[in-house]
């Protein structure tokens, strides 16, 4: 029996779950929000409600602990390979294409992400169950997003692909239904008898 033992074990060993969850936290703060199954994004919600807690005290301490929670990643979402010097010159890449500088995923979420949540006492992420399965094994997908990072169609209210594709095929349905050629076809179903 698994008594006082809390936490997901999520099918890994323990360093297997440690490095799942320190890179799934960074893939939050640097993007704002990510797809995962629902057990997974249970499990590192409490670690990012934390690390955003140390973000919002601001010592060096703090930082210290963020940074031995994570590591000091490097902020990245665009391919290396596409950096250019002029554009982004806080980015460095040596001759083999590998970066070596840049900016730090601990900076942003002191400088960036506590911020905006210094008046909440908590409850800085959400998740949001999606209608839809991974296609390998079913698992139910899920999107865990940072608080006042509304965006997608399924949050913002915004029309999806599949939405405007709907709507687009009862526009031309509406329209082939008052074209004049329409008429006759109408009549011909009516029944026969009357």
């Known amino acids: 029996m698994r008594h006082n033992i809390a936490g997901y074990k999520l099918s890994r060993d323990t360093e297997h779950r440690r490095a799942m969850w320190r890179n799934m936290a960074v893939s939050l703060l640097t993007h704002g929000q990510i797809t995962t199954t629902i057990p997974r994004a249970k499990s590192v919600q409490p670690l990012v409600e934390r690390l955003i807690t140390l973000g919002k005290r601001g010592t060096l301490h703090a930082r210290r602990q963020v940074i031995r929670a994570i590591g000091n990643p490097i902020l990245v979402d665009f391919d290396v390979k596409a950096i250019d010097p002029e554009d982004k010159p806080d980015y460095t890449i040596n001759r083999y294409g590998e970066l070596i500088r840049g900016p730090r995923v601990v900076k942003k979420l002191f400088d ?3 911020p905006k949540y210094k008046d909440r006492q908590g409850g800085y992420t959400r998740i949001v169950r999606l209608a839809r399965h991974r296609i390998g094994d079913g698992g139910q997908l899920c999107v865990i997003q940072l608080v006042g990072n509304e965006e997608g169609p ?18 031309f349905a509406a329209k082939l239904r008052k074209a004049p050629g329409s008429a006759p076809a109408a009549e011909s179903a009516a029944p026969v008898g009357a």
């Open 112 to 114: 960036e992400i506590a």
């Open 154 to 171: 399924q949050v913002s209210g915004q029309y999806s692909r599949r939405r405007n594709k709907a709507n687009k095929r009862m526009e």
